[in-house]
């Protein structure tokens, strides 16, 4: 955890703030963050299932992306405005209803202006991923 500017309860606190359309219903909880690697999970729930039972891309987009910026912000602090400039999702298999979805993202490569991680998404204790995503965030300048 050498690496880490920011723990998971710095972490949570943060969003919980700045960015609580995502994070602040309690919906996903972060269970490590270390400054290259993170792992979060998303509890079942039927909001997640689009019509023939299975988990959502958009659920699945949503988790990836959120992974990611969370991967990010323990890397390099508190930078709200990091953005996602590209995110490519490969949906594998079906996520299965009942099960929680989790996300392992780790950063690939950490620049001074642009980070790329990977992300993948889990069905439960499946150890077979349902999704795999390569991200890009841009990271602003240092004010």
């Known amino acids: ?5 920011m723990t998971v309860a710095e972490l949570e606190a ?7 359309q995502a994070f602040g219903s309690g919906e996903v909880q972060i269970e490590s963050a270390d400054g290259a690697m993170c792992l979060l999970r998303q509890p079942y729930s039927e909001r997640m299932l689009r019509p023939g039972g299975t988990v959502s891309g958009p659920t699945l987009m949503a988790l990836a992306d959120l992974a990611m910026y969370v991967v990010l912000l323990s890397a390099i602090g508190p930078v709200g405005l990091a953005v996602t400039t ?3 999702i490969n ?3 079906k996520g299965q209803p009942g099960q929680d979805v ?3 993202a780790k ?3 950490l ?4 980070a790329v991680g990977e992300v993948i998404l889990l069905s439960g ?3 077979d991923p349902i999704a795999h995503v390569t991200a890009t965030y841009s990271i602003p300048d240092a004010q």
């Open 1 to 5: 955890m050498a690496n880490a500017k």
């Open 102 to 104: 989790v996300a392992a």
């Open 111 to 114: 620049g001074k202006r642009l």
């Open 91 to 93: 949906f594998l298999r």
């Open 14 to 20: 943060f969003l919980h703030k700045e960015f609580p």
């Open 86 to 88: 590209n995110l490519n």
């Open 125 to 127: 204790t499946s150890p």
């Open 107 to 109: 950063l690939m490569k």
